[in-house]
């Protein structure tokens, strides 16, 4: 059974960093690319960013290019994301999710192609 969990969301006031992490269990992390995305109250779900399996290359969505980084330890089989210069429009419930594929091919943005994800980490981020 895959089990995925994330962790490090919380409080934090505008312009400040947090560090989200992402354990997978039950599958061979190394296989899959990986995806973060976000949904505030009231929108859609969005992606936030993406990495493929191996670590080596990612992508990231438009309102975060340039704060955020995503990063892949395969050998200790954790998800990260460094969140940097965080602005109170940032503030969501944030997931992280399996794509069933080794995506080198570039990011993919269509959650429905995600097929594992976490129960999501608040981020709240004050003005």
């Known amino acids: 059974q895959v089990q995925v969990v994330e962790s490090g969301g919380g409080l934090v006031q505008s312009g400040g960093s947090l560090r989200l992490s992402c354990t997978a269990s039950?599958?061979?992390?190394?296989?899959?690319?990986m995806g973060w995305f976000r949904q505030a109250p009231g929108k859609e779900r969005e992606g936030v960013a993406y990495i493929d399996f191996a670590g080596g290359n990612a992508a990231y969505g438009d309102s975060v290019a340039g704060r955020f980084t995503i990063s892949k330890d395969n050998a200790e089989e954790k998800l990260y994301l460094q969140m940097n210069s965080l602005k109170p429009e940032d503030t969501a419930i944030y997931y992280c999710?399996?794509?069933?594929?080794?995506?080198?091919?570039?990011?993919?943005?269509?959650?429905?192609?995600?097929?594992?994800w976490g129960q999501g980490t608040q981020v709240t981020v004050s003005s």
């Open positions: 039950g599958l061979v992390f190394v296989r899959y690319a």
């Open positions: 999710a399996i794509y069933p594929e080794p995506g080198a091919g570039g990011a993919n943005w269509q959650t429905y192609h995600y097929n594992y």
